[in-house]
């Protein structure tokens, strides 16, 4: 029973000392060690080894568990990341909220289905507008956006009263990828790159500006994700290490563009701003940890549960994400369940606070 107790109590360091790399990603940069980024994503499978490993000892009523419960307990705040308690998903009244400004995130992945189900790009469109309609956000900011054959997409919006977009054009000249559609007047508008743009609206007489990304996809094929799965399971091989390879590669872009493109923007916004998108990361990566040095994340403020937005076959996380400047209040925040695409959109209220 001794030497049980000695091998479970070695396993149990080992388990804890993963906890604590899994959470070091915001603090180094991937390209100084792309390790703790990988790590990353086994945050909540070492969460739950330990938390398993501390009911063990306390089942055997043995001191040992403080050595998991201690490292979850120096790590709790992380937790948070993934899941939240309470929060508000209504709504509220524009009568009681005047400043009010409601917000519809949602990479709609060229309105192919989440991938399990073949629907037609055409009735993914139409769910889509349904959506809209019935939920009626002042802005849209999607990623993966295009004309459907049939289906005049842009002006069924139009007539919604999205008569302001702003985007990427395709075929025709037409909105295509990161686009920007809003019933608020846009003032100012500028292109950062075929999948980031930014644009300055105009409520109530105050300017305030959306920042609308789609980061660089990591776009792993089946074969790839077979890989993944793989790799969960402990097996890894050269094929396995070409997925962790492109991986890899995906990482060192987000950083790229943070640093070349999107922080100086947020940086020196001096007015109030949404950045919103499909960030392609996870809330405990370096990219998150970046952008929360100047702006709030609103699944923090009011979300509620589980948090992943990504409804394809790949392990799913919380990649879609909205954050505000301290000049906005989170009033709401609401993931919304639809098969329309591989990920699920978020609609966020945020109150423009007074002058």
Not at 201 to 213: A, E, Q
Request: with cysteine; proline share 4%.
């Amino acid at each position: 029973m001794k030497k049980f107790r000695i091998i479970l109590l070695v396993f149990n360091i080992i388990a804890a000392l993963g906890l604590i790399a899994t959470t070091l990603a915001g603090a180094i940069a991937p390209s100084s060690s792309i390790l703790p980024s990988i790590l990353a994503y086994g945050f909540l499978p070492m969460l739950l080894l330990n938390v398993v490993l501390a009911l063990v000892w306390l089942f055997m009523g043995r001191w040992e568990f403080l050595v998991s419960a201690g490292t979850i307990l120096i790590r709790f705040s992380y937790i948070g990341l993934f899941f939240q308690i309470g929060g508000t998903s209504e709504v509220p009244s524009r009568e009681e909220h005047p400043h009010l400004i409601s917000l519809l995130s949602y990479n709609l992945h060229n309105f192919g289905g989440n991938g399990f189900e073949s629907t037609p790009k055409d009735t993914n469109a139409l769910l889509f507008l349904n959506l809209v309609r019935e939920e009626q956000p002042d802005l849209l900011c999607l990623q993966e956006y295009v004309a459907v054959k049939g289906l005049n997409v842009t002006d069924s919006l139009t007539v919604m009263g999205y008569n302001h977009f702003y985007g990427s054009r395709g075929n025709e000249n037409k909105p295509s990828g990161t686009v920007v559609f809003s019933k608020l007047p846009i003032t100012y508008v500028k292109r950062i790159d075929q999948q980031k743009v930014l644009v300055e609206l105009m409520k109530d007489d105050r300017r305030f500006r959306l920042c609308c990304v789609h980061m660089d996809s990591y776009a792993f094929s089946l074969d790839e994700r077979e890989d993944i799965d793989q790799l969960r399971h402990g097996k890894l091989d050269s094929s396995s290490r070409h997925t962790l390879s492109k991986g890899k590669e995906t990482v060192l872009k987000h950083e790229e563009e943070w640093l070349n493109h999107l922080c100086p923007l947020v940086r020196d916004c001096s007015i109030p701003l949404i950045f919103a998108g499909d960030m392609n990361d996870i809330p405990s990566s370096w990219l998150y940890s970046q952008i929360t040095d100047y702006l709030d994340d609103t699944y923090r403020d009011e979300g509620s549960g589980f948090g992943s937005t990504y409804n394809g076959s790949f392990p799913r996380f919380r990649i879609d994400m909205v954050f505000r400047s301290k000049e906005f209040t989170t009033l709401s925040y609401r993931r919304i369940h639809t098969d329309i695409s591989d990920h699920y959109p978020v609609l966020v209220s945020l109150e423009l606070d007074s002058e």
